[in-house]
């Protein structure tokens, strides 16, 4: 009972936080309906004037680990560069509030769906955007390096496996990150961009009236480090929630490399590196969602992540790792995938 009373006290003190919030803006008095949270501790409500425009709330709260600082600094560096970052209207940073500029709601998944044919503009669109991105200054990030994003793989092991396995094997575990962590810093290389980290198609927006880059409104970037240039492309087209077409993703790797001027090799090779990581990584997370906090939709969507890993995996730069890991990560068959749902 004290568990639940104190929790209840926390929803309380959070609502009158937020009114208090509000009260200081010019918002007080909107309209406000609940919209779609994400995987995170944040919650978001559409408030709507007596006229119709609209603003969007973000709650964050710290004591759930959340701090609005860094999409604040993210948001108003990728507005100065001309992208399509939502402008803050308001913030109280100490309690993790955020009154944003309404985007709308046309995801690109949204669009795709409702309208197929607009596909590859809308991707070209948004790879237009990470060459303008990537050959903007940088600003001050932590680098999202070798040894970080081995260990951030290392969740397929403690998490994915362990849920299937029913147990965990710490020395498969650390040998793989560090033959990892060598991988990536022979092929992961060269001056970092700013890394976004979730770009894909439920996290941008269509903006179609405005012009060039600024047609595709950005969401999800507070998580940004100094990464390398292919990390948000391949994001982008090696989609956990939804089947991006091969020749989609072809076109657009060729369109990368062709508007940025890079080195096709070492590009391609860093692609599939990453492929692996990234995917890797999104198993583990995706298992630790469904078992430690009760969302089990996340592991429907495991057997694309897990196709995206094991075609990763036929690269030769991955060679030192890939026979242990396609002998150590069991396939996301119907039986093993009931073993991650709690």
Not at 258 to 264: K, L, Q, T, V
Request: hydrophobic residues 40%; glycine residues 6%; contains cysteine.
């Amino acid at each position: 009972m004290a568990a639940s009373h104190g929790a209840h006290l926390r929803m309380i003190d959070r609502k009158t936080l937020c009114e208090k919030f509000l009260s200081q803006t010019p918002y007080v008095d909107w309209q406000r309906g609940l919209l779609a949270g994400d995987a995170s501790n944040r919650r978001y409500e559409r408030l709507t004037g007596p006229d119709g425009r609209t603003v969007v709330l973000m709650d964050a709260p710290p004591e759930k680990g959340e701090d609005v600082r860094p999409f604040v600094r993210i948001a108003d560096y990728l507005r100065t560069q001309g992208l399509s970052a939502p402008e803050i209207l308001a913030q109280d940073a100490v309690h993790g509030f955020l009154l944003l500029e309404d985007l709308g709601d046309d995801l690109f998944s949204r669009v795709i769906q409702r309208e197929p044919a607009l596909e590859k503009e809308l991707y070209e669109a948004a790879t237009d955007v990470l060459v303008a991105l990537h050959q903007a200054p940088m600003p001050k990030l932590e680098p999202y390096g070798p040894r970080l994003m081995a260990e951030m793989s290392g969740l397929a092991l403690s998490k994915y496996r362990t849920g299937i396995l029913g147990h965990c094997d710490p020395g498969l575990q650390s040998r793989f990150e560090d033959h990892f962590e060598d991988i990536l810093r022979d092929t992961v290389k060269g001056d970092p961009v700013l890394v976004q980290r979730d770009y894909h198609a439920e996290n941008l927006l269509w903006l179609p009236d405005r012009t060039g880059v600024a047609r595709v409104g950005l969401l999800d970037f507070q998580d940004a480090r100094a990464g390398h240039p292919a990390f948000d492309l391949m994001s982008l087209l090696q989609d956990a929630r939804r089947d991006v077409p091969a020749g989609i993703e072809m076109q657009m790797i060729s369109h990368y490399i062709a508007a940025a001027n890079i080195d096709e090799s070492g590009f391609r090779t860093a692609y599939s590196v990453l492929s692996v990581q990234r995917n890797m990584r999104i198993l583990g997370v995706f298992a630790r969602l469904s078992i430690d906090y009760g969302k089990p939709h996340y592991v429907t969507l495991i057997p694309r992540v897990w196709d995206h890993f094991i075609r990763g995996l036929d690269h030769s730069a991955l060679a030192p790792v890939a026979d242990l890991l396609r002998d150590s990560l069991p396939a996301p068959s119907p039986e093993n995938l009931d073993k991650l749902r709690p």
